[in-house]
């Protein structure tokens, strides 16, 4: 597990050095972003961005609720919602990446936001209180967990009853061979931890959440998966066709839940809001 955070955690904080992902404008937009919550950011926002959705679209975030963003890299989803819940709101971004934290701190200081805050930590981990959020989201980045059942366990303990999670996230309708989830590379371009859907929402409901949806769905053709990886992974010829038999078989999905009113926490952390 060590190995593989200290992976995802180097490459990551070259993405951050590079500012430049698999992502731009027309493919953010292609994702669910709209081209004037683009407008508004800067360049050190959008072109870190590497996300496969856009969970704050769609989690009708209200003024005043306090929510948190599972890896928040350079910040795009954390000003997008600081945005929706207002001057007497508050949005945490939590990352283990310190050069991504800096950005996101620069990048806060840039845009003039004052209702956002950006924590160092690991989010089978997380640095908040217990029962004490409104709302969890996360883009792409749950799959880069070796351990996923803390990460939803996690999301559980921080929300208040009756919470809500929006999570974009990259799953599988096939199993990964071996190999390929065990290459480091893939695994850092968010293939390699993606779980056979089922899997990934069982794992929501084992955690304590109801009303499990699924909101969006994209099946990647090979092709796509391969462009997205140009540049941050160079597969061997036999990583190559298992990517290309992965065509539409690997997907990005949006899930909504609501944490279960009747859920009981055992854990709480030091650190408050």
Not at 12 to 26: D, M, R, V, W
Not at 146 to 169: C, H, N
Not at 174 to 188: A, M, R, T
Not at 238 to 244: D, F, G, K, N, V
Request: proline share 3%; with cysteine.
């Amino acid at each position: 597990m060590g190995d593989l955070k200290d992976s995802v955690k180097k490459a990551y904080s070259e993405l951050a050095e590079k500012g430049a992902s698999c992502c731009n404008c027309q493919r953010l937009e292609d994702r669910g972003y709209a081209s004037d919550d683009l407008a508004m950011l800067p360049d050190t926002v959008v072109k870190s961005a590497d996300g496969c959705g856009n969970p704050t679209a769609i989690t009708s975030l209200k003024e005043g609720e306090v929510a948190v963003d599972l890896g928040s890299g350079a910040g795009i989803d954390v000003f997008l919602a600081a945005k929706r819940v207002g001057a007497t709101g508050r949005v945490i971004g939590v990352d283990m990446t310190d050069k991504m934290l800096e950005k996101a701190r620069e990048n806060a200081k840039v845009l003039g936001v004052t209702n956002v805050e950006f924590r160092k930590g690991e989010i089978e981990n997380l640095p908040i209180d217990s029962n004490s959020v409104d709302v969890v989201f996360s883009n792409c980045v749950i799959n880069l967990s070796p351990d996923k059942d803390a990460v939803f366990k996690e999301a559980a303990r921080v929300l208040k009853p009756g919470g809500r999670i929006a999570i974009s996230d990259m799953v599988s309708q096939v199993d990964i061979p071996d190999f390929l989830k065990k290459s480091e590379g893939f695994w850092n371009v968010c293939g390699g931890g993606a779980l056979l859907e089922r899997d990934y929402l069982s794992k929501i409901k084992t955690a304590g959440f109801e009303k499990i949806r699924i909101v969006s769905r994209y099946n990647y053709k090979s092709e796509e998966i391969l462009q997205w990886t140009e540049g941050r992974f160079r597969p061997t010829g036999q990583e190559r066709e298992a990517i290309e038999a992965l065509n539409e078989k690997l997907s990005s999905i949006t899930v909504t839940a609501s944490k279960s009113t009747s859920h009981r926490e055992l854990q709480t952390h030091d650190d408050s809001l």
